[in-house]
Antibody, heavy 125, light 110 residues
Framework: QVQLQESGPGLVKPSETLSLTCTVSGGSINSYYWSWTRQPPGKGLEWIGYIYHSGSTKYNPSLKSRVTISADTSKNQFSLKLSSVTAADTAVYYC???????????????????WGQGTLVTVSS | QSALTQPASVSGSPGQSITISCTGTSSDVGSYNLVSWYQQHPGKAPKLMIYEGSKRPSGVSNRFSGSKSGNTASLTISGLQAEDEADYYCCSYAGSSTLVFGGGTELTVL
C-alpha cells in the first residue's frame, strides 16, 4: 500500500523559497504522476502541479512563475519549491499520487489518491 | 482558470439523501467526464470518494455516487450517517493538463 509523507521547514520568511519533500513508501515513483496541492487555513484546496518520474511537469498557471517540482528516483522522493513567498502562501501542503484516465485516445491525469497527511508551512518574519 | 462553484454548506438528517453540486464551465466540467470528489474531515487529509465522474474507489461505500449534467457535476450521499459529516471538494480536469478544485461544501448531519 503506497504511503506518502511530506517533510520540510514549517516556517519560511517572506520573499524566501519554500521547499518541501514528499517521500513515497510501499511503491516506486517510477510510474504514475505525483502532485502537490495546498490548503490555506480555513480555506479550500488549490492544485499546485504534478510531475512524472521522467521529469515532465505541469503547473497551475496562477503559480507557474514561482513553482518548481522535481523528482529524485534514487530516493523515491519528489519535491516542491515555491519562490518569493508571501503570507498568502501560508497553507497546509499535501502531496498525492495522481490517477490517469483514457479519454478519446489520450491519457489524462485528473484525480488524486492516496494523499500524504499534509504539512503546515507558515510564511512569517 | 476559476474555481468550480459549490454550495458553502448542506445539511441532512441521518438516513436521508443529500446532493452537493459542483458547477463549472464548458471548458472543464462540461467538456470532460473527469470530475473527482474528496471527503475531508477536520485536520485530516482529503480522501478520494469518486473519480471519472461516477466511479468509486475500492473501499468507498456505495452510498456515495456521482453524476453530471451539462456543466454541473453532483455528489449524492444516500442513507446519511454521522460519520459523513465533513467537507467535500470537487475537482475537474480543465484542459491543457490543468486541474481545478471547487471551493468546498461543509456537510452537517443534523
Amino acid at each position: 500500500q503506497v504511503q506518502l509523507q511530506e517533510s520540510g521547514p514549517g516556517l519560511v520568511k517572506p520573499s524566501e523559497t519554500l521547499s518541501l519533500t514528499c517521500t513515497v513508501s510501499g511503491g516506486s515513483i517510477n510510474s504514475y504522476y505525483w502532485s502537490w496541492t495546498r490548503q490555506p487555513p480555513g480555506k479550500g484546496l488549490e492544485w499546485i502541479g504534478y510531475i512524472y518520474h521522467s521529469g515532465s511537469t505541469k503547473y497551475n498557471p496562477s503559480l507557474k512563475s514561482r513553482v518548481t517540482i522535481s523528482a529524485d528516483t534514487s530516493k523515491n522522493q519528489f519535491s516542491l519549491k515555491l519562490s518569493s513567498v508571501t503570507a498568502a502562501d501560508t497553507a497546509v501542503y499535501y502531496c498525492a499520487r495522481v490517477g490517469s484516465s483514457l479519454v478519446r485516445g489520450a491519457i489524462i491525469q485528473n484525480w488524486f489518491d492516496p494523499w500524504g497527511q499534509g504539512t503546515l508551512v507558515t510564511v512569517s518574519s | 482558470q476559476s474555481a468550480l462553484t459549490q454550495p458553502a454548506s448542506v445539511s441532512g438528517s441521518p438516513g436521508q439523501s443529500i446532493t452537493i453540486s459542483c458547477t463549472g464551465t464548458s471548458s472543464d466540467v462540461g467538456s470532460y467526464n473527469l470530475v473527482s470528489w474528496y471527503q475531508q474531515h477536520p485536520g485530516k487529509a482529503p480522501k478520494l470518494m469518486i473519480y471519472e465522474g461516477s466511479k468509486r474507489p475500492s473501499g468507498v461505500s456505495n452510498r456515495f455516487s456521482g453524476s453530471k449534467s451539462g456543466n454541473t457535476a453532483s455528489l449524492t450521499i444516500s442513507g446519511l450517517q454521522a460519520e459523513d459529516e465533513a467537507d467535500y471538494y470537487c475537482c475537474s480536469y480543465a484542459g491543457s493538463s490543468t486541474l481545478v478544485f471547487g471551493g468546498g461544501t461543509e456537510l452537517t448531519v443534523l
